[in-house]
């Protein structure tokens, strides 16, 4: 009888704790959808010519101040570089030879690199700690005409648009994936937002092309800059460029830190 | 033998009036109309909505209903709160949005429970926090609307804190209460689909 009595109050307290308070609830499910935006605006002429037909223009270079301006605006981290390519008809990492002027001299030599074209940013790479190369980007000053140097000779790769590796040159960010900030990629961000008279959004870009007397663009260089690839370290001594009309293009790629 | 029989039958007697008067404690109904789950889609494609966020008013109405017992109990009253929920069970960490799929690389960092602003709002400000958008930083935090055990403020007064019976058709400036949500998510956070489940709990004062 007194366990039937303990159960009795058992199952009491039971029933009156397995009601509580009367309850309702509503839900209002929030999804976002981040769709990534990369923009490179690029205010430039359709063609950039450089016509040597002085002696003084081959022996100091043409230089075109300005000429490219870019403007940067990304959702997410991101790396901005240039690369040298042309239609292959030379080769994959030469200018394509449209015409060529006077007789076909032997060390006269069609093949003329796409590294031999300069540029120079007027913003520091922000983005490139990590770089571990002779020159990180592009941003160093012209070198004297009569001191060769590869720290502005463009980026080439095979005449492919691959990204330059941690030796080669950037503009902006650079190679690898550290997530650390300055290291190797520049953070998200639009050239709208920026103030100041710098900005990491926005490059000014200088090309110059010094072929000197005899023409063999002694700037030319190999990506990394270590390696010199003028027309005589690469054909030998008494080559010089032939005369003519050459074309080539430079390939401005934003991407996403990688 | 009779003794255990009275002793049974009292037994479900008293089972049956414990359910039926403690099926409630004070009120005699309590409930959002309606109450089906509300889905809202932001999708962030261009520099402007990812600078300027995007806000969505009036993304829902909660509707509270609350009706005394036919024996009216002066302490029927009510709570409003509201509980985020990023599915912490699908390994979402306890501060973000749960990634549901990311876009690129995902080099960055996913976005923060924070970016979600929520504001709740009706013509009374009968809540505390009326018109002021409120963030939350981790699974599981609770912001309240109208705060529990609070003393009853009855309908009609359109102050703050009114939690007495009442509905949205009698009281509508103190019993609906709009839902404004805003995100602004800037350039930092992998893109991506995210997910954030916000609860909406009206319960009775016991």
């Known amino acids: 009888m007194k366990k039937l009595s303990y159960l009795c109050g058992a199952f009491l307290l039971f029933g009156a704790t397995a009601n509580a308070q009367l309850i309702d609830e509503k839900d209002v499910t929030v999804t976002m959808d981040l769709q990534p935006v990369l923009q490179l605006d690029m205010t430039t002429p359709d063609q950039i010519e450089f016509v040597f037909d002085e002696i003084n223009e081959y022996y100091a270079g043409i230089t075109k101040y300005g000429a490219t301006v870019l403007r940067v605006s990304s959702t997410v981290s991101w790396d901005l570089y240039a690369v040298g390519r042309s239609t292959g008809t030379n080769g994959p990492e030469f200018w394509d030879q449209q015409i060529e002027y006077g007789n076909n001299n032997p060390n006269a030599v069609p093949d003329l690199p796409l590294s031999l074209l300069e540029l120079r940013q007027a913003q520091p790479n922000n983005g490139a700690a990590a770089a571990a190369g002779l020159f990180a980007d592009y941003s160093q000053a012209f070198s004297p005409a009569t001191v060769p140097s590869a720290g502005n000779s463009l980026y080439v790769n095979g005449g492919t648009n691959t990204p330059p590796t941690t030796n080669d040159k950037y503009i902006g960010g650079h190679a690898g994936t550290s997530g650390v900030p300055g290291d190797d990629f520049l953070p998200g961000g639009s050239y709208l937002t920026q103030t100041g008279v710098t900005s990491d959004y926005f490059y000014v870009i200088d090309y110059r092309i010094l072929p000197g007397l005899p023409a063999i663009f002694p700037n030319a260089a190999d990506a990394d800059g270590a390696t010199f690839e003028d027309i005589v370290t690469v054909n030998g001594a008494g080559a010089y460029a032939e005369p003519g009309v050459y074309t080539m293009y430079v390939q401005y790629i934003l991407l996403e830190d990688q | ?206």
């Open chain 2, 1 to 206: 033998m009779i003794l255990i029989r009275k002793s049974v039958f009292s037994l479900f007697v008293a089972l049956f009036f414990s359910i039926q008067l403690h099926a409630q404690i004070h009120c005699g109904l309590v409930e959002l109309v309606p109450n089906t789950t509300v889905n809202s889609l932001m999708t962030f494609d261009d520099f402007t909505s990812y600078n300027g966020g995007i806000i969505i008013n009036s993304v829902a109405k909660i509707r509270v209903r609350v009706q005394d017992k036919a024996i009216i109990d002066p302490l029927c009253s009510w709570s409003l709160v509201m509980i985020i929920d990023n599915n912490p069970g699908a390994g979402t960490p306890a501060n973000e949005w749960e990634e549901l799929l990311q876009y690129g690389s995902g080099a960055a960092t996913n976005p923060p429970m924070s970016t979600l602003e929520v504001r709740i709002r009706n013509a009374c400000s009968t809540s505390p926090i009326d018109g002021v958008f409120q963030t939350f930083a981790n699974n599981g935090d609770l912001i309240d609307i109208i705060a529990p055990l609070l003393p009853v403020t009855p309908a009609g007064s359109c102050v703050n804190n009114v939690n007495g019976p009442g509905d949205y058709m009698g009281n509508y400036d103190e019993f609906n209460f709009d839902v404004d949500i805003r995100v602004t998510p800037t350039f930092a956070y992998n893109p991506g689909i995210y997910q954030l489940n916000i609860r909406f709990h009206l319960e009775e004062n016991p």
